[in-house]
């Protein structure tokens, strides 16, 4: 009986973290741990959103909803790496 509650509890264990990844990272987080290939990201986090791109970013789009959850107030921006002079900016 020992031995069916020990694998019944390790099972379950199992279940809970694999169903609950962890938090994504949001706005310069992101940004660090961002593999994209196009080094574009949303910043600005619900429901209070105040996105803004950090130096060497240009500002690509805005949105109350982009990239998740609606802004009660202020907005999310999607921000891409400054392409070099004379190179195409990333596609978003």
Known sequence: MKFTSII???SI???IAFANPAPQP???AALA???APSDCYWDGTAPFCAGS???GYTEENRSS???GAAC???YKVYCCK???AGEPQPAQ
């Open 8 to 10: 019944f509890a390790l």
């Open 13 to 15: 264990a199992t279940g």
């Open 26 to 28: 949001k706005g310069a």
């Open 33 to 35: 741990a961002a593999a």
């Open 53 to 55: 791109c950090p130096e």
């Open 65 to 67: 909803v982009g990239g």
């Open 72 to 74: 009660w107030t202020g």
């Open 82 to 84: 400054e392409a070099p």
